[in-house]
C-alpha cells in the first residue's frame, strides 16, 4: 500500500508537470526530428542563408558548426563578412529589422526549448502559411495567426505536394539544427550519461548485496 | 599510526566518543522501511546544491543585462558548465519530492507526535527555508517566468494592511522586479542555504535525543534497536544509490523536463505571459491562494496551509499510540489529504477558468477542513479502540515497552536518578 502511494504520487507529479507543458501546445504537426549530422548540416545551411537575414543565434559561434560535423571550408563558404570565431549575428541593422517588422525577431539558439514542444513548434510555424485569400497577397499563419515573420519558406506558394515536401523537408532540418543549437553538449550529455547509470546500476547492485550481508547477521 | 593519531585527537576532541555516540552505537529501531531514508537522501541533495551552487556562482552575473547569458555561458563555455548547471536545476526539484516524501512519512506514521514536536517543527522551519531559498533562485536564470513569478510573489505582500504597498518595495528594493531585486535574491540565495545547514544541524540535535520513530509508532524495545553503524549506513547507501540512478537519469537525459520553455525566453517586463505558472512544487499553495477570492484571504490561506501544519501535535488528541498504521480514522484521512494535495497540484498548473475554479474551491475545502476535523475524529478513534481494544501487534509492542520501563525504573531506584526516575514513570502514566 505504503509503495503504491509512494508510485501514485510520483505519477501525480509527472502528470501535473506534464500538465503544465501540454497545457500550450495547440495544433503542431507532431513531426520526429531525426539528428543525424546531415539533416543538421543542411538546416544549418538553411538557417545562415535565410533566417539570419533577420534573426540571430548569439550564443553559437560560426566554428561551433564543426561540432556538427562541418568542414572548416563548409563553414567559411556560408560566411560574408564575418570571422569564422564570430557569433552568428545577423548582419542586418538591428534599427532595420526593428523597423521593418515592428519588433526585433527573436534569437534563435535557445527557439529549440524556448517554445512548448520546440521542435515541432518551430517546424510547423515553417509549414503552417497560407494565402488569405484568393488573391494571394496577404499570407497568415495557422499556428500563430498575425505573425509579422514573412514566409520566408514560401510555403503558401508551393503548387504542389512535391514543393510542399521540399519545404518541409527544409523546415525539418531547419528544426533538427535548432535543436543542436539549443544545447550542443547533449550528445556528449548522452554519451556520459550511460555510463554513469551503468556505473550506478552495478553500484547499487553490490550495495544490495551488502546491505543483505550485513543485516543477514542479526537474527 | 593511525591508531596514534586518533589518540592524539580523541586527547583533545571527543572523536571516538561522537562516533560511538551518533553512529556505532546510536540505537535506530530494526523496523524501520525505506521511508525513513528520505530525511538521509535530503540531506545528500542539500549538499549537491550547496557545491554545484558555489561553482556556478563562480560564473554567474546577477545583473539584468548579463545574467540570461551567463546562464548560456555556463551551458557552453564552462567546462562541464551544463553538468553543473543541470545538477543544480534537477537538485531543486529533487529536494522538493524528498523533503514532500519525508513530511508524507512523518504525517503518515505520526512521527510528529510526541515527544518529537521539536524534531517536526525545525523540519516545518526547514521547508520554509528551503521555499524561500528556491523562489529566490528561481529568478537567478532571469528568464521570463522566473521575472513574471517573482512580480506576482513579491506583488501578494501588497495586502498587508497599512504598509502594503512600501513591503513590496522594501522587497523588491525598486517599484519593479529589477536589477536590485535580482542582486539581493542571489545575496540572499546565496545566504539561507547555509542558515538552512544550521537549521539541519538543530534539527538532528533533536532527533538524536529523541531518536527515530518507527512504523509502529511505539517505542521499541531495547533488543529491537540495532546500531546505526553498519546496519543504516549501508541500507541508506543502497537507498541513496537507488536514488541516484532516477536523478542522473534526469539529469542526464531529460533535464529540460525540469525547466519551464518560458524560462528560456530572456526576461522582458513589456511581455506577459499568457499564464504565470510557478515550480511545480509550489502548484498546491499557488492553488489555494488562487482559490479564495478575496486577495488578503488568498495570501492567508496559502500561509496557513502550510503553519497549520505546525499545530499537528494539537490538532491530533488522539492518546491511541502509533501511526496511521493502528489508526482507521486517520489513515483515511492521510490518504484523503494526499489524493486532495494532488488534485491541488493540478488546478495549480491550469488556467484559473470554468471547472478549475470550482475544483480548487473544494480541494482547498477539504485541504482545511481535515485540519479541523482532526481532533473530533482522533478522539473518536481513541473512544473506539478502548472499546475495541488495539490490534494484536500493538498491545504486544505496548506491552514490551512496559516491561522495559517498569525494569529500569527498578533498575533506576536503586541507582537513585530521580531525574531519569521522574522521565519514566511519566512516560509509563502516558501509555496507560
Known amino acids: ?36 549530422e546531415q539533416a543538421r ?23 561551433d558548426l564543426k561540432e556538427i560535423g562541418m568542414k572548416e571550408e563548409q563553414i567559411t563558404a556560408l560566411l560574408e563578412d564575418q570571422d569564422i570565431d564570430d557569433r552568428m549575428l545577423s548582419l542586418t541593422p538591428i534599427e532595420i529589422r526593428k523597423e521593418s517588422y515592428g519588433k526585433v525577431p527573436p534569437d534563435l539558439s535557445l527557439m529549440a ?3 512548448q514542444k520546440g521542435p515541432q513548434h518551430i517546424y510547423t510555424l515553417l509549414t503552417d502559411y497560407y494565402y488569405k485569400s484568393a488573391e494571394q497577397e496577404e499570407t497568415d499563419n495557422h499556428l500563430f495567426p498575425g505573425i509579422k515573420m514573412p514566409d520566408v519558406l514560401a510555403y503558401a506558394d508551393a503548387e504542389s505536394d512535391d514543393e510542399r515536401a521540399e519545404i518541409e523537408a527544409q523546415a525539418h532540418d531547419v528544426a533538427s539544427f535548432l535543436v543542436w543549437a539549443s544545447d550542443p553538449s547533449a550528445e556528449s550529455r548522452r554519451t556520459i550519461g550511460k555510463y554513469v547509470i ?22 | 599510526m593511525i591508531k596514534k593519531v586518533f589518540a592524539w585527537v ?18 535506530v529501531p530494526r523496523n524501520l522501511n525505506y521511508m525513513w531514508s528520505f530525511g538521509f537522501l535530503a540531506m545528500f541533495i542539500l549538499i549537491v546544491q550547496l557545491v554545484s551552487g558555489i561553482f556556478l556562482a563562480m560564473h554567474y552575473k546577477a545583473d539584468v543585462g548579463m545574467a540570461f547569458d551567463s546562464i548560456q555561458h555556463i551551458m557552453r563555455e564552462v567546462n562541464y558548465g551544463w553538468l553543473i548547471r543541470y545538477l543544480h536545476s534537477t537538485g531543486a526539484s529533487a529536494f522538493f519530492a524528498l523533503i514532500f516524501i519525508h513530511i508524507g512519512r512523518t504525517l503518515y506514521y505520526g512521527s510528529y507526535r510526541r515527544p518529537r514536536e521539536l524534531l517536526w517543527w525545525t523540519g516545518l522551519l526547514l521547508l520554509l527555508l528551503l521555499m524561500a531559498t528556491a523562489f529566490m533562485g528561481y529568478l537567478l536564470p532571469w528568464g521570463q517566468m522566473s521575472f513574471w513569478g517573482a512580480q506576482v510573489i513579491t506583488a501578494l505582500f501588497g495586502v498587508t494592511p497599512f504598509i502594503g504597498e512600501s513591503v513590496v518595495i522594501w522587497l523588491r528594493g525598486d517599484f519593479v522586479v529589477g536589477d536590485a531585486t535580482l542582486t539581493r535574491f542571489f545575496a540572499l ?20 535525543w529523541v531518536k527515530s520513530s518507527n512504523p509502529s509508532g511505539i517505542t521499541l524495545h531495547a533488543k529491537d534497536n540495532i546500531p546505526f553503524h553498519p546496519y543504516f549506513t549501508v541500507k541508506d547507501l543502497f537507498g541513496l544509490g537507488v536514488f541516484l540512478i532516477i536523478f542522473f537519469g534526469f539529469v542526464f537525459f531529460a533535464p529540460e523536463f525540469w525547466i519551464m520553455p518560458e524560462n528560456n525566453v530572456p526576461a522582458d517586463p513589456m511581455v506577459t505571459p499568457p499564464h504565470i505558472v510557478p515550480e511545480w512544487y509550489f502548484l498546491p499553495f499557488y492553488a489555494i491562494l488562487r482559490s479564495i477570492p478575496d486577495p488578503l484571504g ?25 501511526g496511521a498504521k493502528f489508526r482507521p480514522g486517520y489513515r483515511i484521512m492521510v490518504y484523503v489529504w494526499f489524493v486532495d494535495l494532488m488534485v491541488l497540484g493540478y488546478v495549480g498548473a491550469q488556467a484559473p477558468e470554468g471547472i478549475f475554479v470550482l475544483l480548487g474551491r473544494i480541494a482547498t475545502f477539504v485541504y482545511f477542513g481535515l485540519f479541523l476535523l482532526l481532533p473530533f475524529i482522533s478522539k473518536r478513534e481513541e473512544r473506539r479502540s478502548r472499546v475495541q481494544g488495539l490490534p494484536r501487534e500493538a498491545e504486544r509492542l505496548i506491552r514490551e515497552e512496559q516491561e522495559e520501563l517498569l525494569r529500569s525504573e527498578h533498575y533506576l531506584r536503586r541507582e537513585n536518578d530521580e531525574k531519569e526516575l521522574k522521565n519514566i514513570r511519566k512516560r509509563l502514566e502516558d501509555e496507560s
Not at chain 1, 7 to 33: E, H, P, R
Not at chain 2, 10 to 27: C, G, N, Q, S, V
Open chain 1, 1 to 36: 500500500m505504503r509503495r503504491l502511494l509512494v508510485l501514485l504520487s510520483a505519477v501525480a507529479m509527472f502528470a501535473t508537470a506534464q500538465g503544465v507543458m501540454a497545457s500550450a501546445a495547440g495544433a503542431l504537426k507532431m513531426v520526429d526530428i531525426d539528428s543525424s
Open chain 1, 41 to 63: 548540416q543542411r538546416g544549418a545551411e538553411i538557417v545562415v542563408g535565410t533566417c539570419m537575414m533577420c534573426h540571430s543565434l548569439k550564443y553559437i559561434k560560426f566554428a
Open chain 1, 113 to 115: 526549448v524556448a517554445r
Open chain 1, 198 to 219: 551503468l556505473y550506478l546500476i552495478i553500484l547499487t547492485t553490490l550495495l544490495y548485496l551488502l546491505k543483505r550481508r550485513v543485516w543477514s547477521k542479526l537474527h
Open chain 2, 10 to 27: 580523541d586527547e583533545r576532541f571527543p572523536l571516538d566518543e561522537m562516533i560511538k555516540h551518533e553512529l556505532t552505537e546510536y540505537p
Open chain 2, 189 to 208: 540565495h546565496y545566504l539561507f542555504p547555509f542558515i538552512i545547514c544550521v537549521a539541519v544541524a538543530i534539527h538532528l540535535v533533536a532527533l538524536h
Open chain 2, 298 to 322: 488568498g495570501v492567508v490561506a496559502m500561509a496557513m496551509s502550510i503553519l497549520i501544519f505546525l499545530a499537528m501535535p494539537w490538532l491530533d488528541r488522539s492518546n491511541v499510540p502509533g
